[in-house]
C-alpha cells in the first residue's frame, strides 16, 4: 500500500527499499533499473524519506504480508441501526435548512433567559454552541443562520403580542373614561343638588344615556 506517490514515485522506493541503494540519485533512478530491483519485492518493507524539513513513513506490501489494522479491527463491531433506517423519509419530512425540530423549544427557552435577564442573552453562535454541548454527537443541529432566523421571528411575534395589548389596555381605558363622564353628566340634575346615588353599574347607565329610547325592566 502506497499512499500520496504517483506511479514512478512509487517505483522508487520501492526500489531503494529492496536494493538499499539511494535510486533518488539520478545516476541510478532510470526506470529499467528501478523495475528490475521491484521484482525482488516480497516482504513488508518501510524507509523514511527525508525532504527538507519534513520526514514521511512510506509502507510497502504485497498481496502475501499480513494486514495489522484489520488483525486490530477484528473485535470492533458497529452497532446495528434499526431496519430501514437508511429509507428516505416522506416528502416534507427530510430535514433541510429550516429544520428545527426538537431544538426550536430549546432555543425559545434561551431567549426567554436573556429577556428575563440581560446578562444572559446569548448570540446565534453561542446558542449553537449550546446546543452541541446539551446534544452531543447529532448532526441535525439547527445551523447558526437558521437560529438567527427563529430569533427574528420571535422577536416580531412578541412586539406585535405587545402592541395588541398596548391597544386593548387604551381602548379599555378609553371605556372606562367615557362611561364616567357619561354618568357624571347624567347624574347632575340642577345647580346646587347632588345626583342620585348610582343604582345600575357603569355600563347599564352609559347604554341609557346613549339609547334613551330603552328603558330598563
Known sequence: MVESMDHRGDLLMRATVSTGIDLRDDAH????????????IGEDN???IASNDSQA??????????MPEYVLAVHHVLPADPQGWARRPH???AYGSDYMGPYRERVEELLGLGVENSSHKMGPGVMRAQLEKEFP???????KERIKLLIGQLSTQQKAREQAER???AAKLAWKDAVAAAVMQSGSSGKGRKGMEAKFT???QLLTVTNPSKTLK
Open 202 to 204: 357603569n355600563e347599564v
Open 29 to 40: 533512478n532510470d526506470e529499467d533499473t528501478i523495475e528490475q530491483a521491484c521484482e525482488t
Open 91 to 93: 416528502h416534507g419530512s
Open 46 to 48: 518501510a524507509t523514511q
Open 167 to 169: 391597544m386593548a389596555m
Open 57 to 66: 513513513m512510506i509502507s510497502l506490501r504485497d498481496g502475501r504480508s499480513d
Open 137 to 143: 454527537g447529532q448532526s441535525c443541529l439547527p445551523s
